[in-house]
């Protein structure tokens, strides 16, 4: 793998990359050459930076960058050349893949892996050392399969796919082109699935259920570090195409995820919720099982989502922080609530 990149771009080049308008101040010219990436606060004359979120306009007062991405109304205020485009943000996502210093694949298979002879491996593919692909496996073009990961028999991954390190994928899971799973993920465990005994002696009190399903999961879709995905008991766990889903998110055995949604970190999914499309589910978002959740539906960050959802819009539940003597003040007067509705209704009724 390459060790180290170097960038060496003019700004004119950027501004035709990322269909931008080039203001030049009278410290560079359009050919001027840049380095690389750096926010507001820590760019040197290298460096391009930007600004999405007036949070952070201070910081664009005093900024070293060689030239900012921003909105035409927020030049005035840049010292810097201006880069103007009508979505900052995403014009720094567009160019965070040119200045990409992720290292390129050899596409060559390492002696230190393990690679059934029953498997079908496509052109261009790269397996790390340490990796394991178990019988009947079928992998496409162009994919990366990186150090200690695991796919199982008969699992299936398209074209262009990436694993980081210590993926595990296990039998029969399919996962079609263009996926990105970030390093610890595990795709296609059991859900937690058990019928109690009512037995209370020494014997066991749970049953397990195994689980004939597996997980299908669509085109583009990303999914982050130690992220859990469990495979159907009766039936398929689904991932439609363009999904994203952050670190650390547990998604439950027959899970049906629709196309363009976000889930962020530390969220739990229990089992067969079906969520929509383009829905926005934010931090440590609680949803109980056997649910659904329309299409185009935001979640705040630690909702419990405990009925299902028929409408778009956005929902929450929970307080906000306080100090600790107000919190404690009013779960005095949460108990107490009861009470008070008998005695307004009371009111009400005279």
């Not at 485009?85 to 014009?91: C, F, S």
């Not at 178990?134 to 994919?143: A, E, L, S």
């Not at 296609?188 to 299908?216: C, M, Q």
Request: with cysteine.
């Amino acid at each position: 793998m390459e060790l180290e990149k170097t960038f060496n771009i003019s700004l004119s080049e950027i501004a035709n990359l990322i269909d931008a308008q080039l203001i030049i101040n009278s410290h560079f010219d359009d050919k001027y050459k840049v380095s690389g990436l750096a926010t507001l606060s820590n760019a040197d004359n290298t460096k391009i930076s930007f600004l999405s979120n007036n949070r952070y306009k201070n910081d664009l007062l005093t900024t070293s960058a060689a030239a900012v991405i921003l909105l035409a109304e927020n030049a005035k205020d840049c010292p810097s050349a201006c880069l103007i485009h009508e979505n900052p943000y995403l014009a720094y996502a567009k160019l965070s893949k040119i200045f990409d210093i992720t290292p390129k694949p050899q596409m060559s298979i390492d002696s230190g892996s393990f690679v059934s002879q029953s498997a079908k491996l496509g052109a261009n593919v790269t397996v790390c050392v340490g990796a394991v692909i178990m019988d009947d496996v079928v992998i496409g073009d162009n994919t990366f399969i990186g150090p200690n990961c695991v796919i199982e028999k008969k699992a299936s991954l398209g074209n262009d796919v990436k694993l980081t390190s210590n993926v595990v994928i296990n039998h029969s899971v399919q996962i079609k082109n263009n996926v990105n799973i970030q390093s610890g993920a595990i795709i296609g465990s059991d859900g937690f699935g058990y019928a109690p005994t009512g037995i209370d002696n020494n014997d066991r009190l749970w049953e397990k259920i195994n689980h004939s399903g597996t997980v299908i999961i669509g085109n583009r879709v990303e999914i982050g570090a130690n992220t859990t995905i469990d495979r159907g008991a009766l039936g398929d766990t689904t991932i439609s195409d363009d999904v994203i889903i952050d670190n650390q998110v547990h998604i439950a055995h027959n899970v049906c995820i629709g196309r363009g949604t976000a889930i962020a970190g530390c969220t739990g999914i229990a089992g067969s919720v079906i969520i929509g499309e383009n829905c926005r589910i934010a931090g440590g978002v609680g949803i109980t099982g056997h649910l659904s959740i329309a299409s185009g539906v935001t979640i705040l960050s630690m909702t419990r989502v405990n009925n299902s959802i028929s409408e778009p819009g956005v929902y929450a539940s929970g307080t906000v922080m306080q100090s600790a003597d107000d919190w404690r003040k009013n779960v005095i007067r949460f108990k107490n609530l009861d009470n008070l509705y008998d005695r307004v209704k009371k009111i009400e009724d005279r």
